[in-house]
């Protein structure tokens, strides 16, 4: 409907006064002319024009519009938004006098249930259209974005006259609300924000994370981390109860501090193979007002191993003979050796388990999880550049282990300038290529890292195995390491030694493209049967193994497996997927499709394409990348269209979405988007008044439509052809 239409003017005293001057001093100049020219009608009309002239412009210096404004037939809109997340079934909205005793806390979304229904807006129904809404997160986001519905509210709903936000302002997703927020305060659009929810969260005990590997093996412990969060007051001693889905349960007291977070683990030994769920539980205690979140579940696949371990030395001594044994006699473990003994007129040892020659091809080495390198170096008859190479391919693309154990002889001097140097965690000392030697045993002391890692840990508690630790008998000799390279962790450092550098590192790990390197700089461990035999001199070599082999063997099967970094991945966290892929010979695939197609825990499925890395495409390894989007058991199944294989492997992403129960409420996200359009927060207890405040907006103001006049190019056209005109006429009048 138009309320007006016509002419409007936009002056000021200066514009004004200009004007009327300029018009008054024309006529005057007009009129003295047209006297002169003795009245003469020509000389009029020409005047007449020149005061025209002065006065179009004068007109156009006070900015002349022509002006409609139109009030739109239809009611305007009130849109109220409200947060249909997971956090809003949090209980923590008390109700006031005879309720709160009766019923206890609401959840949010019971507080809100009445400004959802239609029949609330009913007294607004004559003046506004009332449109209700609601905004979650969406199926692939770990949280709320509060800035995408009101980004959106303008072009969602005509003639928008407010916004009615209903939540808890658990905003943890999307850009800042009050960017979204400035558009609705340009639109003259105030938003009534109304928050819900306590400030302060709940006593609670919470499970943040259940650290399960995905992967364990038959008879072996399995090292199950956890973490609990607890808002409660007072300290507390919690029971923490473990159960697997083959009925095996485990106990185990953990101390809670107060409003603070508790990390420890539970050790399992499964017996039979298959896959299992594991779940973890801490009954409701004393004072907690949420239960729901005392539950954690994750899967793991349980398998028999037969891992392949490759061990190549030059002469038999002690460490290598114990070492042969210890594997030998793992039944997880099929030990291959290869030993370089000068004087022999052919290689091996003339058991079954002895090879002739190092493995030649890339067929030939793959099939090894874990190679060990004892004093062994580059000569003609120990190995070739061409053998470093393909090492360092193995444990990069193939992900299988290393292991370095040098030697009183020195050879591993030669490895350096090799393919191998790269991969080595420690810089030799170039001249004591033989090592040192000490007068007596000196021990290896445990670093911060080394008393947390799986492969130091010889008894069950961390007391128990720092002290076995100490009690483990010394070594007499020692590599001729200077230090650690950047990157690399020091296990263990010897007991005395030491040099610029700190103390000498006898125990160094470090990851190297898929697979890992270990740099044992001793071989002295034999030492550690005396008054145990093998009790943990076995163990410690079998937790090298696997460890080293754990990447490698996460998903396997005839001719295709999978790895995945890190191998307990976080929700929202990239994760590295390594396909290696062989051809029905055996030798690996250089080119071909292979893609994987993974199954989120809410049926969301997403194709992933592998690539080989560039320019090393003859290890038949390639790559993805994959960022988990929920927290879950993800399936996965692999396929490589060349060889027709599939492989059917499965991951658990660790932690939870961003929208949790019992987390505290944020009502100063609201409290900022109601600033930012000049709007109000109304706490839950005056949920009432908001009618009576949407009742008192003023009509919307009308939608205006502006000619702007004084710019227009007409206007500019019409003063140029009467300044034309007006020159025609003074040539006629023959004044030019």
């Not at 729901?292 to 038999?316: C, G, H, M, Y």
């Not at 290869?338 to 190092?358: A, E, V």
């Not at 394409?609 to 058991?633: Q, S, Y």
Request: with cysteine; hydrophobic share 40%.
């Amino acid at each position: 409907m138009t309320e007006f239409q016509g002419f409007r003017f936009f002056t000021t005293p200066w514009t004004l006064g200009v004007s009327l001057a300029l018009i008054a001093i024309t006529a005057a100049i007009c009129v003295f002319a047209w006297k002169r020219s003795g009245y003469a009608p020509g000389q009029g009309l020409l005047e007449l024009l020149r005061l025209a002239i002065v006065g179009l412009v004068a007109i156009l210096l006070n900015q002349p519009e022509w002006v409609e404004e139109y009030r739109p037939a239809d009611k305007p809109t009130i849109a109220v938004l409200h947060d249909a997340s997971r956090s809003m079934d949090t209980r923590d909205v008390v109700l006031s006098g005879t309720a709160a005793r009766a019923g206890g806390p609401q959840t949010r979304r019971e507080a809100i249930a009445e400004l959802i229904t239609s029949d609330f807006w009913k007294p607004l129904a004559e003046r506004f259209n009332v449109e209700i809404a609601a905004f979650s997160p969406a199926p692939d986001a770990a949280g709320t974005d509060y800035a995408a519905p009101l980004g959106t509210v303008l072009d969602r709903f005509v003639g928008l006259r407010s916004v009615v936000l209903v939540g808890d302002g658990d905003w943890n997703e999307g850009p800042a609300p009050s960017t979204a927020a400035q558009a609705l305060r340009l639109a003259q659009v105030p938003v009534v924000a109304v928050a819900v929810g306590s400030e302060t969260k709940l006593p609670d005990v919470e499970f943040a994370s259940l650290d399960c590997p995905t992967v364990g093996v038959a008879g072996k412990p399995v090292r199950v981390p956890f973490t609990i969060h607890s808002s409660l007051s007072t300290e507390r001693v919690v029971v923490v109860d473990f159960k697997a889905s083959n009925g095996d349960a485990l106990r185990k007291e953990v101390r809670l501090p107060a409003m603070g977070t508790a990390t420890d683990w539970l050790y399992w030994t499964p017996r039979d193979v298959g896959d299992y769920t594991v779940t973890i539980t801490v009954p409701k205690q004393d004072g907690e007002l949420l239960a729901d979140n005392n539950q954690r579940t994750a899967p793991i696949a349980v398998r028999r191993e037969q891992l392949k371990v490759l061990v190549v030395e030059s002469i038999p001594r002690w460490e290598y003979r114990y070492l042969r044994n210890a594997l030998s006699r793992d039944p997880g473990v099929d030990v291959t050796c290869l030993l370089f003994q000068p004087g022999l007129s052919k290689r091996g040892g003339g058991n079954k388990d002895y090879i002739q020659k190092f493995p030649s091809g890339l067929d030939a080495l793959s099939q090894y999880d874990v190679v060990f390198l004892g004093d062994v170096g580059v000569s003609p008859d120990q190995l070739t550049e061409e053998d470093c190479r393909l090492l360092k391919g193995l444990v990069e693309y193939q992900a299988s282990g290393l292991v370095f154990l040098p030697g009183w002889r020195g050879e591993q001097a030669s490895l350096m300038g090799t393919a191998l140097e790269e991969l080595c965690p420690v810089v030799l000392d170039p001249v004591r290529k033989e090592g040192f030697s000490s007068e007596g045993p000196r021990k290896l002391v445990l670093t911060e890292v080394g008393r947390k890692s799986l492969l130091t840990k010889l008894a069950d508690s961390g007391t128990e195995n720092l002290a076995v630790w100490e009690s483990l008998p010394g070594v007499q000799w020692y590599g001729p390491v200077l230090r650690a390279k950047a990157g690399s962790e020091v296990l263990a450092v010897h007991e005395d030694a030491g040099n610029e550098y700190g103390r000498i590192p006898l125990l160094i790990t470090r990851t190297y493209g898929a697979g890992k390197v270990l740099y044992m700089a001793t071989d002295g461990a034999w030492r550690w049967r005396k008054g145990v035999e093998d009790k943990y001199h076995y163990r410690f070599w079998g937790q090298v193994v696997r460890w080293m082999a754990y990447r490698r063997n996460m998903a396997k099967g005839e001719r295709m497996s999978l790895s995945f970094a890190p191998e307990q991945p976080q929700l929202g966290q990239a994760l590295a997927l390594d396909a290696r892929v062989a051809q029905a010979n055996g030798e690996p695939l250089s080119r071909g499709e292979v893609a994987a197609r993974v199954k989120a825990p809410s049926g969301t499925v997403e194709t992933v394409r592998f690539a080989p890395p560039a320019g090393e495409g003859e290890w038949g390894v390639f790559a993805a990348n994959l960022t988990p989007r929920e927290p879950g058991k993800h399936e996965v199944t692999l396929v490589c269209k060349e060889t027709g294989d599939t492989l059917e492997a499965s991951f658990f992403v660790q932690g939870s979405t961003a929208e949790g129960i019992g987390r505290a409420a944020r009502p100063e996200v609201l409290a900022e988007i109601a600033q930012v359009t000049k709007g109000r927060l109304v706490p839950p207890g005056e949920i009432a008044s908001i009618i009576e405040s949407l009742a008192k907006l003023p009509e919307p103001p009308p939608s205006v439509r502006r000619l702007q006049l004084w710019c227009h190019p007409a206007a500019a056209g019409v003063i140029v052809g009467l300044l034309g005109l007006f020159w025609v006429m003074r040539k006629r009048q023959g004044l030019v």
